[in-house]
């Protein structure tokens, strides 16, 4: 089936602006008191960035868009669109709750029983409770279709055997959404068989084994199940048909502006470096970037207005998402190319050339969260009717 593609240009109405400075006063506040470093990605584990979910929490930050009686807002997607951008140009450490603001909730609001909904959403509104997702396996990466990882019916639940890997913050995770296979795909329909799970990562048999990037951060862990019991009501959605709410929720994954912003602060630091004076060819470079950067933006930002009026824009999220990540992990490398026309004695100098070699280490990573870029056109191209 081929998809009509639609990027329509939204504007950020006055009281997401108003939301805008009160967020970054805040931020400021937090950067003033040393919580966190803006020119380093904050770790899950450490307890400051615990603590900051909390006080995030406290300014009604977390679940903006979910439904009053779980604890949530019932603000727009333009308004939490507006929180994230700043908390990732900031570099705040939101990790132990993003997934969880996310993805982890909405799914839940939709697919699991009111009993989970009542006792597990208001914790995540609070900053209390973290959220991985268990999607990726070791053979098949992006291609959920292939996934092994068994969970088989047994008293009162299922049993869980299999791995998981690229499981960002599944170590420091109080829970997991997992895709595990229940029943053996059709000739007709590879997509049959999996379904959605909520796992209590504190369960026996659960053990998650560090994969360190080149940055020395643990955020990738390989999760192994060795007969994790699963209860009956933890099921989410219905057995054997998954693949449409995964799709849904990749959809949320795929599309936010932390798909283009994660190397953001090399960018900042440039301009910085440059000062208001940039040799020509240096500001040439800048404005390419800066106009790249714009295009993404709103591009990102349209998602968001679709999200906000009940659609589910599988192949405009896959696009944001191929396009921003190849972006932000060449970002690090064109600013390299223009460091050669910053001033060696300028003050800033040294901040520079630290936060550029950093966000050098952590770009391999890009293209591989949320989605690989081949699988991610083959999504595009199948929306598109090209295959």
Not at 139 to 151: E, I, P, T, V, Y
Not at 252 to 269: D, I, W
Not at 318 to 342: N, S, Y
């Amino acid at each position: 089936m081929t998809t009509a593609l639609r990027f329509d240009p939204i504007r950020l109405p006055e009281h997401c602006q108003e939301l805008r400075r009160e967020v970054r006063a805040f931020l400021a506040d937090e950067i003033s008191a040393g919580t966190f470093d803006p020119l380093r990605s904050g770790s899950a584990e450490a307890e400051g960035a615990k603590a900051f979910s909390r006080r995030v929490g406290q300014r009604g930050w977390i679940g903006m868009t979910w439904p009053k009686r779980y604890g949530g807002q019932e603000r727009s997607f333009l308004e939490r669109y507006v929180v994230t951008e700043e908390m990732c140009v900031a570099n705040a450490p939101v990790r132990p709750f993003f997934v969880a603001d996310r993805q982890s909730g909405p799914t839940l609001i939709r697919y699991a029983s009111e009993q989970i909904k009542q006792s597990i959403l208001p914790r995540i509104i609070r900053g209390e409770a973290s959220f991985c997702i268990g999607m990726s396996e070791p053979g098949s990466g992006s291609d959920l279709f292939a996934a092994k990882c068994k969970a088989t019916k047994t008293d009162g639940g299922w049993l869980i055997n299999g791995t998981k890997i690229w499981t960002s913050n599944a170590n420091v995770s109080d829970y997991m959404i997992g895709l595990f296979r229940t029943s053996a795909p059709t000739k007709e329909n590879r997509r049959h068989g999996l379904t959605s799970f909520l796992v209590d990562m504190k369960t026996p048999g659960i053990t998650c084994n560090v994969i360190r990037q080149m940055s020395g951060q643990h955020e990738f862990n390989e999760v192994v199940f060795q007969n994790a019991f699963v209860p009956e009501g933890n099921l989410l959605g219905e057995i054997d048909g998954a693949w449409k709410q995964a799709t849904s929720e990749l959809a949320y994954e795929r599309s936010g502006p932390e798909r283009f912003l994660e190397t953001y602060a090399v960018l900042t630091q440039l301009v910085r470096s440059l000062g208001t004076d940039p040799d020509i060819r240096a500001a040439e470079g800048l404005g390419r970037l800066v106009a790249q950067l714009h295009t993404l933006r709103r591009m990102s930002v349209s998602v968001a207005g679709m999200l906000e009026a009940g659609r589910e824009p599988v192949v405009e999220a896959a696009i944001v998402k191929d396009m921003g990540t190849i972006w932000e992990q060449r970002l690090p490398h064109k600013v390299r190319d223009l460091v050669a026309f910053v001033d060696p004695e300028t003050s800033n100098h040294a901040t520079l050339d630290e936060c550029l070699a950093f966000n050098l280490k952590i770009a391999p990573k890009l293209t591989i969260q949320g989605g690989t870029t081949e699988v991610l056109r083959g999504i595009i191209a199948r929306g598109l009717g090209l295959r």
